[in-house]
Every structure is written in structure tokens, then in C-alpha cells.
């Protein structure tokens, strides 16, 4: 939910500069905001299904749906004042993500 392109353009450019024969392993991780994209996760598999049709050996999706935590205040809190330092990008980015792992295991 943090990148500008959306989880299915990203698999579109993926496999169209794959080789018309190619055969891949395809993995899918990460978070994802259904709200954003418009869609569940299961609809979202059955899109990326569709997009990857016939050109995959393997398929995992190992990716969550994060949108209660986003909308959490303390979440919001926390971005927040993440946003405000000055800290590299990537270091950010892993402190968000660690965040969130964090909130989800509590939303158990």
C-alpha cells in the first residue's frame, strides 16, 4: 500500500517482457489495502491468476490485506511521527513494515 503502482500492475509488467515460452514460479508477498485497489484478496488472486495464466509452474500468494491496521490510530499515530524524521526511505520502510507484522500479530 505504500508504492505507487497498484499490486497487478506490477504483475502486468512483469509478464509482458516474459518470453512467450518462459514458464515461471511466481510469488506474490507483501501488504495490500483492498480498500485502495477495489478489490479482496481473493479476488485479487483470481486477477493475477488470469494475468499469469498457462506461464506459471508454481504459484504462491503470501500477501496480506492490511487495511483495518492502516486505519488503526495507533497506526496512524506511529506513521505519523515516522514521517517526521529523518531517516532514509528504506529504513522507514522497514520500520513500518515491522509495525505492521507487529499488528498483526496482536489482531490475532
Known amino acids: 500500500p505504500f508504492k505507487d503502482k497498484g499490486p497487478l500492475e506490477i504483475v502486468k509488467e512483469c509478464f509482458i517482457n516474459l518470453h512467450s515460452k518462459a514458464k ?17 484478496e481473493e479476488e485479487l488472486v483470481k486477477q493475477i491468476k488470469k494475468i499469469s495464466s498457462g506461464k506459471c509452474i508454481e504459484d504462491y500468494y ?3 490485506d492490511i ?3 492502516l486505519e488503526d490510530d495507533l497506526f496512524k499515530n506511529f506513521r505519523e511521527k515516522l514521517d517526521h524524521t529523518d531517516y532514509e526511505e528504506e529504513k522507514k520502510m522497514q520500520m ?11 489482531k490475532l
Open 24 to 40: 515461471v514460479i511466481l510469488k506474490v508477498r507483501g501488504f495490500i489495502n483492498s480498500e485502495n485497489i477495489g478489490m479482496s
Open 62 to 64: 503470501e500477501f496480506k
Open 67 to 69: 487495511r483495518m491496521i
Open 96 to 106: 513500518r513494515e515491522i509495525a505492521i507484522k507487529a499488528m498483526m500479530e496482536t
